[in-house]
């Protein structure tokens, strides 16, 4: 059974930390593209970063020198350090999973999504 389970959220004072965690199983982790989304309020998906299956990142533009995914193979986990979270930071954020390589942030061919997880920054 496949799972993708997101962990780390909550809420923060602008200029917070937050460490988001995404635990997989059930697929061959370390074959699939892993990302992070996020979905504001009454706003679409935004890709956030995401990281191939050797390491290569990449991040959106709002998000660089702030935020950086990384991923352990061997827990089959995901990661996402935020640090200098702002109030437009604050959505639900999804990690998601594609088979093979990445091919950038508009969450198109991700196979595998999980539930999400809220985090919320206060100004």
């Known amino acids: 059974q496949v799972r993708t389970v997101e962990s780390g959220g909550g809420s923060v004072q602008a200029g917070g930390s937050l460490r988001l965690s995404c635990a997989g199983s059930?697929?061959?982790?370390?074959?699939?593209?892993m990302g992070w989304f996020r979905q504001a309020p009454g706003k679409e998906r935004e890709g956030v970063a995401e990281i191939s299956t050797l390491g290569s990142t990449s991040y959106t533009d709002s998000v660089k020198d702030r935020f950086t995914i990384s991923r352990d193979n061997a827990k089959n986990t995901l990661y996402l350090q935020m640090h200098s979270l702002k109030p437009e930071d604050t959505a639900m954020y999804y990690c998601a999973a594609k088979f093979g390589h990445c091919t950038g942030l508009s969450g198109r061919q991700y196979n595998y999504w999980g539930q999400g997880t809220q985090v919320t920054v206060s100004s």
């Open positions: 059930g697929y061959a982790y370390g074959s699939y593209c």
